[in-house]
């Protein structure tokens, strides 16, 4: 199982980026997928979630508004697209899989992407 995270990148604030993380190896229909953060001396938190079917999803409160998860699973990808982003973005951000349900706790996911780095500059 792979989980490849890529679109992150250096903006000011109030611009925008569009992460996207591209799975194989599993039946991506059958899972709910998750994207976490990590700021340098942070510990890792959920963002957002997205159940198997697309239906479902989930934010983490200081991104409600802003960010917008999406997935196509005919293309085997999330996406995670941040609007009006603020330097307390700043982060590595990590998709990851655990399961049909929409959970953004680290603890229940089975596979991990290798993060990508999104900088917000003031």
């Known amino acids: 199982v792979q989980l490849q995270a890529s679109g992150g990148g250096l903006v000011q604030a109030g611009g925008s980026l569009r992460l996207s993380c591209v799975i194989s190896?599993?039946?991506?229909?059958?899972?709910?997928i998750s994207w976490f953060r990590q700021a340098p001396g942070k510990e890792r938190e959920g963002v957002s979630c997205?159940?198997?079917?697309?239906?479902?999803?989930h934010y983490e409160d200081s991104v409600k508004g802003r960010f917008t998860i999406s997935r196509d699973n005919a293309k085997n990808t999330a996406y995670l697209q941040m609007n009006s982003l603020k330097p307390e973005d700043t982060a590595v951000y990590y998709c990851?899989?655990?399961?049909?349900?929409?959970?953004?706790?680290?603890?229940?996911?089975?596979?991990w992407g290798q993060g990508t780095q999104v900088t917000v500059s003031s």
């Open positions: 190896g599993l039946s991506v229909d059958e899972n709910a």
């Open positions: 990851a899989t655990g399961g049909p349900q929409c959970y953004l706790d680290a603890d229940t996911m089975h596979y």
């Open positions: 997205v159940g198997n079917r697309g239906r479902s999803t």
